[in-house]
């Protein structure tokens, strides 16, 4: 049985390191487009169902695989990751000043089990310059991260308040991931879910 993180993200690479497990990365191309016709939420926890299924079928039945989607949203208006500079500006004005929420769809599966959720966080940004706006995007960092940031750059600065699952907004909510893996039969920290071990 293997263990693979289905994404190309190093961040979420990172982040599944802190649960001490041995894991391989393993990803093919979906079509990421979110339909405006289902709840932000459905969208997301579907392409990270679909990015899961896209994996699995080339690799073993007993193999386990995860997979993420993130997006931010601001009054109803999907963040997905900048097309270019001039779009990273316009997101990261568009978030001055503004209480946004992060939204991450996690799948887990393994053979004929599947378990997607979501993660829902709450960021507040002070209120940012235009020099600083231009300066953060001339790094070069915003284009691609959902929203035109991250959390762990620079960019830590224009946050003045997160509530919920920090690790969700680097887009990977460990602690509920952790749950789902028990749920299945992976051991973390010595224990499993009940059901695994009844």
């Known amino acids: 049985m293997r263990l693979i993180l289905a994404s190309k993200s190093p961040r979420r690479r990172e982040l599944l390191s802190l649960l001490n497990l041995e894991f391989e990365v393993i990803t093919e191309d979906v079509d990421e487009t979110i339909s405006s016709d289902a709840p932000v939420e459905e969208e997301i926890k579907r392409l990270s169902l679909k990015k899961a299924e896209a994996v699995k079928s080339k690799v073993s039945g007993d193999d386990i695989v995860i997979a993420a989607d993130t997006v931010v949203i601001l009054n109803g208006s999907v963040f997905g990751k900048p097309e270019n500079a001039s779009d990273a500006k316009r997101m990261l004005k568009l978030l001055s000043g503004k209480t946004h929420k992060v939204i991450t769809g996690v799948t887990v599966t393994k053979g004929d089990i599947t378990d997607t959720r979501d993660a829902q966080t709450e960021v507040t940004f002070r ?68 059901e695994t071990n009844a």
């Open 127 to 194: 209120d940012l310059s235009d020099a600083e706006i231009d300066a953060y995007v001339k790094t070069g960092d915003p284009l691609d991260k959902a929203g035109a940031y991250a959390l762990q750059g620079i960019s830590t600065i224009f946050v003045s308040k997160i509530s919920g699952d920090h690790f969700n907004v680097y887009g990977l909510p460990v602690g509920m991931l952790a749950d789902m893996l028990r749920g299945i039969g992976v051991e973390i920290l010595g224990e499993k879910s009940e």
